[in-house]
């Protein structure tokens, strides 16, 4: 039997990231913490690991990156999962959106309910359970995050797997590039 696939999803949450671990494309654990680095200590940061978060990665020297008024308001989370890219393990990192990977996951269709409304997590977490991952109503610790935070790390973990296994998109395609030639992109 080969090794196993071990991915990570993160998503930022009120007082710090919640992680959702899948094993081969299977729900694993939760965990919550209220520093990034603390997160990418497991088996997903380790030879064949990917690690999605939902934060922009990647900054460019030179020109604009496309970043929204909200990626401003997150501004020290964005320098604290920025700064993890320059870590041992790094190059592990990729940004995604959970929304982009909800589009992705309903056939490339926009969602008709917000997230934080019970049609638009019910409607999130039945396409996760679709694709193999079935978030189990009891978290431990990792349920203290707003349900929609952790469907948006689930879905981050379904787009880290798809990343794993070469089955990725990104936007834009292809990506801009660092001054390393790091790609930037959101990745689904």
């Known amino acids: 039997m080969g090794e196993c696939e071990v ?10 990231w919640v992680a959702v671990e899948l094993r081969d494309g299977l729900f694993a654990g939760a965990s919550i913490a209220t520093g990034l680095r603390s997160l990418l200590r497991g088996p997903a940061t380790g030879p064949g690991g990917v690690v999605a978060v939902d934060m922009p990665l990647g900054l460019l ?3 604009w990156r496309r970043l929204s008024r909200q990626s401003w308001g997150l501004a020290a989370k964005l320098r604290e999962a920025n700064d993890c890219l320059a870590d041992t393990g790094g190059e592990r990192l990729f940004e995604v959106h959970p929304e982009v990977s909800f589009w992705a996951l309903n056939d490339r269709t926009p969602l008709p309910h917000r997230k934080k409304s019970w049609s638009g997590q019910m409607t999130r977490r039945s396409l996760l359970a679709a694709a193999g991952i079935v978030l189990p109503d009891d978290l431990g610790e990792a349920g203290r995050a707003q349900p929609d935070d952790v469907l948006d790390a689930a879905a981050a973990a379904w787009s880290a797997h798809r990343i794993a296994q070469g089955r990725a998109g990104c936007l834009p395609d292809p990506p801009q590039c660092d001054e390393r030639g790091r790609p930037i992109a959101i990745w689904y």
């Open 7 to 16: 991915v990570l999803g993160i998503d930022a949450c009120p007082g710090g």
């Open 61 to 63: 020297d030179t020109g």
